[in-house]
């Protein structure tokens, strides 16, 4: 399968291809080199059909893995508990650490 450097920074030095790739070049890869350089998408574009399939897959994954993580990271339960241990420690530090000035 083929993909091509559309990298913003021209070319590029790839070690899993074990060579550079100039600007705008196409390149032939199998599919475990495509799906880890495709990933980067403002890098690399798929070039034919099987790459265009890949990376339809990737950016379905994308999208899921957002969706999934995106709650888990900004857990109403966290930051509220969160904020709430730093007022009951921190203000009592704060006081302490105050009287001892």
């Known amino acids: 399968m083929r ?4 990298s913003p920074y021209g070319a590029l030095d790839v070690p899993i291809l074990r060579r550079p ?6 390149v032939d890869v199998d599919p475990e080199h495509a799906e880890a350089l495709l990933a980067q ?5 798929p070039d034919d059909d099987a ?3 890949i990376f339809a897959a990737l950016e379905g994954v994308d999208e899921g893995q957002s969706n999934q993580t995106a709650p ?9 508990s ?3 241990q730093w007022e009951a420690d921190g203000g ?3 006081r302490e650490g105050g ?3």
């Open 72 to 80: 888990e990271a900004s857990g109403p339960g966290d930051d509220v």
């Open 99 to 101: 009287e001892g000035q």
């Open 92 to 94: 009592a530090a704060q």
């Open 51 to 53: 790459a265009r399939a």
């Open 3 to 6: 993909i091509k450097n559309i």
């Open 21 to 26: 790739v100039d600007a705008g070049e196409s």
């Open 82 to 84: 969160a904020g709430q």
């Open 41 to 45: 998408d403002e890098n690399w574009a």
